[in-house]
DNA sequence: TGTATTTCTTGCCAAATGGCAATTGCGTTT
DNA sequence: AAACGCAATTGCCATTTGGCAAGAAATACA
């Protein structure tokens, strides 16, 4: 709970009783691997934090294989932003891919939140265009790099990360073949 | 001035009074090619919406090579936003690659609308959220196709542009060499 | 614990893309 | 009109990456 917070702090000042207010909205949740926190078609109606547990938003084509856009692990808000907010149908898929651990909001307290919290609403403003713009920045750098330098960097970037994830989600995420990620990491070690 | 009128409606309700509001603050600025509107390390302190021309937001590697992360073209606004937004250095340069014409809005300005219209800056938050998460699909979906589909799907998606823009930015854009977009117009006509 | 299933690795070869340099093409300048 | 500069194309070849299938390893399941 106190990580949640002191994420929030980041971004903005909220004071004791802001803080109480928050955590007494936020629920508990459980998710199994391989279920999903969101689907493709339907409004999502909650905003999640991880505490525990490593998500990933993906996407299926025709041919009925995936693609992961992004991971999501512990300390981070995940959600499927423009469909949280503006209660259209979600885009796209969020698929815990280990057992995971959530503090979640659902979208009248979120609601209610910012009538009691001013400055709440331009937190998570600020939350999503930052986390929006950084993943644009990694994304686009990504595209002109070979193969071997977008692993690289994501070893950098997320320390630890690729020993959590299917390595068939991470080359979808690199953009890569599986026999291709396979093959660059016995030239790594 | 109309079409920058029209543009703003699609993301929220202006009324008469509003609206010469806001054209009283728009000014006319001319670009000329090769010129920039934006500077890595310098803080953005206008936004701009194309009325004439191109733009491409792009950033220079050690070596002093460019890469083009986007173009922007008529009826769009042009901004580093977390420059403009947050008084921060911006990241990247935004180069004129055409003779430009803008309405531009300082940052003063900007916000004495914020505070003379309720909803602007709502307004702003949805336009530039919208366009980045757009921006981010786009590009996350290059990610996995080859240099073809990339290049088909630029020009399904930016129609004409492709005949607008030096072919080497536009390669730089698609995450390929130069030689290799020529090969690959060459295949499609 | 044993079995089934999925994931990961590897080998082989084909296809795609890059690197470099020479050439062509086009627009600008003088 | 000629000369220049920059952009684009092309050829040649090396490197990277993909596709497919078989086998190994890890994981899930009963």
């Not at 909205?25 to 391989?34: C, D, E, S, T």
């Not at 990694?138 to 690729?162: E, I």
Request: with cysteine.
């Amino acid at each position: 709970m106190e990580e949640l917070i002191a994420y929030l702090l980041q971004f903005g000042y909220l004071n004791f009783q802001q803080r109480e207010l928050i955590l007494a909205k936020a629920k508990h949740w459980r998710i199994a691997k391989g279920a999903y926190f969101a689907e493709a078609g339907k409004i999502s109606t909650q905003i999640g934090y991880v505490t525990d547990g490593i998500f990933r938003v993906c996407y299926y084509d025709k041919q009925g294989d995936s693609f992961t856009r992004y991971f999501v692990y512990e300390n981070r808000f995940v959600v499927d932003v423009s469909s949280f907010r503006d209660e259209i149908p979600s885009a796209e898929y969020i698929e815990a891919i280990t057992d995971c651990q959530l503090l979640v909001f659902s979208r009248e307290d979120f609601i209610q939140l910012s009538a009691l919290i001013p400055g709440w609403h331009d937190m998570f403003v600020k939350i999503t265009s930052y986390v929006l713009e950084n993943k644009l920045k990694v994304t686009s750098n990504m595209l002109v790099q070979d193969a071997q330098k977008r692993y690289l960097n994501f070893l950098d970037h997320y320390p630890g990360l690729a020993n959590r994830v299917p390595l068939n989600m991470l080359a979808s995420y690199l953009g890569i073949t599986p026999s291709s990620l396979s093959r660059i990491r016995k030239n790594i070690p």
